[in-house]
């Protein structure tokens, strides 16, 4: 049992709120010259009771509240019970990470939030034998839904906004089936997903490798196992020529040498070919200069002839040295290639001398050039082998984790077979509360298992179905029968919060709410705590209901006497 005693604040920033046992309505009202009910507080005053309730600070609009509106020195205390225990939690807003619980008058300081949410969790589920239970969070989605969740499903009970996934487990649990399979189900697919993204890694591996699929690779890897195994029995072959490792050290060598001597003879022929382009003189011609200047200035002319020609004479000696001394640079290089060409010539003789001791029927021409290509063909079986063998490998993980998973999923379905009574009795509320409201049983409720990656459907079918407010009446039809039948009560914690759901039509909002006046003594034990704006309700209206609202209002806001007493603007997400 879970059920609210006291909100309040230190230092204190809003009037305490004091709630009972059964029906408690915190009102939005109008006032003599003002009468909007919107924007007076009840949806705070409720996302701070959630707020001591350990929802997480970012989730939370009192994180939205300007800091100089509301100190972030403020302390957010509930007093509330679990399960027999008596409980204050104070959560100060500047360490909203670290609350306090004091437990039956015993001081709990945590330093995560996850530790206090631990141990509510630990109350809550006290004595119940179920292996994966929900979180203490968990379990409060289904019992205080989020606003933004606009009451558009029965199992979606958070912002719509911020996309989070369908969690079906509070719903077992209220409906008395273990979650358990359901838990490792998700489980399950997860690690499928993982698997799935590294099978088709592999995948692209394998076609970036050969340019095709897996199952053509692998005739691709059998034929270069082929190869490989082709040639080590050609290079095995030679081994058992006797004196073969000799020879073959030798063949090694030779060719070794024969790289060597072909690189530096390279790099002579290079040299000797630039040599070469120094062909012929380039002697200045004077005359041809005097020339020229001459058709600009008469006389200047000779004058530089003179010069030049002493520069002329200077700069041919130096070609004369130059030519004699690459003259002999070029005779040198000519001998030494010369001198290369007999010792590869000498080199070649002997490397075929060597290579036809070796070669059996044609098997090896080259003993480097055929191990080269063994190294490479290995290298390339071994890459493929290792990405076939790998995707094999995750093929094989991901069919073992779909068979435990379809396994639990059978589980599942057993569990849902087994809790048919409590599930055909949760049911018949829902019919009960839809023929008082509609006038008519034209409802169902079921649950469906499948291997789907949704492995859960519950549907709630109405008379309506398909319109706005349906949807918000659906979403009270299942809450509520939660609560009060008689056997999804023997799990539920007993406490039931709805912020704004009856945007409905007026006669379903009336109805719904002699529902709730007609059942009374069913709430004994229990919390349903309602926020709606009386301006929902004319005078006319209010003669039709079979409860005074009034005798359950806790707290009653309006425009000029708001839940914080000031009026704020919240601060974008």
Do not use: W
């Not at 509510?120 to 379990?139: A, C, D, K, Q």
């Not at 006046?517 to 705590?529: D, M």
């Amino acid at each position: 049992m879970l059920q609210i005693k006291k909100l309040y604040s230190e230092p204190k920033v809003f009037e305490p709120i004091t709630f009972k046992d059964g029906f408690n309505l915190i009102l939005g009202e109008t006032t003599e010259g003002n009468e909007k009910t919107n924007g007076v507080g009840k949806s705070m005053a409720i996302e701070f009771i959630n707020y001591a309730l350990l929802k997480r600070h970012n989730d939370s609009r009192v994180s939205l509240i300007p800091k100089e509106d509301l100190s972030r020195d403020t302390a957010v205390c509930l007093d509330f019970e679990i399960n027999g225990h008596y409980i204050t939690s104070r959560r100060v807003i500047n360490n909203h990470e670290c609350p306090t619980l004091i437990i039956d008058g015993k001081i709990k300081s945590y330093s995560r939030l996850a530790d206090a949410t631990d141990h509510l969790s630990t109350l809550i589920f006290e004595g119940v034998g179920y292996e994966n239970l929900p979180s203490f969070r968990i379990m409060m989605g289904p019992l205080i839904r989020d606003e933004g969740s606009e009451f558009k499903s029965i199992i979606n009970c958070f912002d719509t906004n911020k996309r989070i996934p369908a969690d079906y487990t509070p719903h077992l649990f209220l409906l008395q089936v273990d979650p358990s399979p359901y838990s490792e189900a998700k489980r399950l697919y997860s690690e499928m997903e993982n698997i799935s993204k590294a099978r088709k890694k592999m995948e692209e591996n394998i076609t970036a490798l050969t340019n095709k699929n897996v199952s053509e690779s692998k005739a691709d890897l059998n034929e270069l196992e082929n190869q490989v195994r082709r040639i080590q029995g050609d290079i095995d072959n030679l081994e058992n020529i006797e004196g073969f490792d000799t020879v073959k050290d030798e063949i090694v060598d030779i060719e070794n040498q024969l790289e060597q001597q072909r690189s530096k003879q390279g790099v002579l022929k290079s040299e000797l070919s630039k040599i070469k382009l120094f062909r012929g003189d380039n002697y200045i011609d004077g005359q041809e200069v005097a020339d020229l200047y001459n058709q600009f200035k008469e006389g200047l002319g000779d004058l530089i002839k003179r010069e030049l020609s002493e520069v002329t004479a200077f700069k041919q000696k130096i070609d004369n040295f130059q030519r004699s001394i690459m003259d002999d640079r070029k005779s040198s290089i000519e001998r030494e290639i010369k001198v290369f060409e007999e010792s590869i010539s000498s080199l070649n003789k002997l490397y075929r001398e060597k290579i036809s001791l070796l070669d059996q029927e044609g098997l090896l021409v080259s003993l480097k050039q055929t191990i080269a290509i063994h190294e490479k063909k290995v290298e390339e079986f071994s890459a493929l082998s290792s990405f076939i063998r790998k995707h094999a490998d995750y093929d094989s993980e991901h069919k073992a984790k779909k068979r435990e998973r379809e396994s639990e999923i059978y589980l599942l379905e057993s569990f849902v077979n087994n809790s048919k009574q409590v599930i055909d009795s949760f049911e018949k509320t829902i019919l009960d509360m839809h023929d008082y409201i509609f006038g008519n049983r034209r409802s169902s409720f079921d649950i469906e298992v499948s291997k789907r990656k949704e492995i859960l459907k519950f549907e709630l079918r109405t008379d309506s179905d398909g319109s706005h407010s349906i949807n918000r009446e659906k979403v009270f039809l299942y809450d509520f029968s939660l609560l009060i039948n008689p056997e999804t009560s023997k799990h539920h914690p007993g406490l039931l919060v709805h912020d704004n759901i009856f945007d409905v039509d007026q006669d379903t909002l009336i109805q719904s709410i002699n529902y709730i006046g007609e059942n009374i003594k069913l709430l004994s034990g229990k919390q349903y705590i309602l926020t709606i704006n009386s301006d929902k309700f004319s005078s006319s209206d209010l003669e039709l209901l079979n409860i005074n609202l009034n005798d359950y209002s806790r707290a009653a806001f309006t425009k000029e006497s708001r839940f914080l007493k000031i009026e704020y603007q919240e601060l974008p997400r």
